[in-house]
């Protein structure tokens, strides 16, 4: 499979226009039975890979997804992840604050579910809500009693995207690898998937008055997500803007992209020593009698 990654990626200090940057590019499938090809070599490419990070034990995986409504976040996640341990991988996913969570600081509650070394982490929404739905809908702030009042002008927004920029410069430095994906889903495409999730009896739980009503700001929300992505992409922390239109594409490409971040570590079993292999004879021996 040839997916070039580096052009969906967001180069530090890119300035994004999302009306530039596609949501749908020809497929890397030639028909569904070529694309479930494709997706079964990857899974098992990225089972390997997660083995190999649990062994080496030397560095985290954290997976970020941000989009629009009925942007496929879910279904990237249950496809392409599909293949990896349980034990070696968590999903979470953050909804509206509780009580707690409003009395700390904004990246208080998913700094608590990081991944630990040797496992994957996989936020389904994150830290950047407090950019994105919270830069649309700044009376949310109020319920945060952030110190600054009711001063929510620019210099508020660039100090949470620094906030944002030095935590991940630490978790790098720390040995976590964070690759942030965002589905770039068109307005057309949307409306088609909230249509068929009325249409369709058994998608009808997916769907709610509060997405339609979300759909009125999207001008609004592809401003956020401009500004986010121009501000919080860097070399070791980057932005995928990851064309969504086509389901089966998009996981594809994110699953190319996870397996190649997780190949450039450059890892490896841990060696058994002289003395650990005379253990391990010894071992095998008793086993023998």
Request: with cysteine; glycine share 4%.
């Amino acid at each position: 499979m040839k997916i070039k990654t580096k052009q969906f990626r967001v180069e530090e200090g890119e300035k994004v226009d999302l009306g530039k940057k596609p949501t749908k590019v020809d497929p890397f499938y030639e028909s569904k039975e070529h694309y479930h090809e494709l997706l079964r070599s990857q899974v098992e490419r990225l089972s390997d890979l997660q083995q190999l990070l649990y062994a080496s034990n030397r560095h985290a995986i954290l997976l970020i997804f941000q989009a629009m409504d009925a942007a496929g976040k879910d279904g990237v996640i249950r496809h392409v992840m599909s293949g990896v341990n349980p034990q070696g991988c968590q999903v979470f996913s953050f909804k509206h604050p509780s009580a707690t969570e409003l009395q700390h600081d904004f990246l208080w509650r998913t700094t608590r579910d990081l991944p630990e070394r040797g496992r994957i982490g996989i936020f389904n929404r994150s830290y950047y809500e407090e950019v994105l739905i919270v830069r649309v809908h700044p009376d949310i702030l109020q319920s945060e009693a952030v110190p600054n009042g009711e001063n929510f002008g620019k210099s508020f927004w660039h100090k949470r995207y620094r906030s944002i920029r030095d935590l991940e410069q630490h978790l790098h430095a720390n040995g976590t690898r964070i690759v942030k994906f965002f589905l770039h889903l068109s307005k057309d495409e949307q409306r088609k998937r909230f249509l068929a999730r009325i249409d369709e009896p058994e998608k009808n739980w997916k769907f709610s008055a509060a997405d339609l009503e979300e759909r009125q700001y999207w001008d609004d929300y592809m401003d956020a997500y401009e500004k986010c992505l121009s501000e919080t992409s860097t070399e070791d922390s980057p932005w995928y803007a990851v064309p969504a239109d086509d389901k089966e594409n998009a996981r594809l490409i994110v699953s190319q992209v996870i397996a190649e971040t997780m190949e450039s570590l450059k890892m490896s079993y841990p060696e058994t020593t002289s003395d650990r292999r005379k253990e391990l004879l010894r071992m095998r021996e008793q086993l023998l009698k």
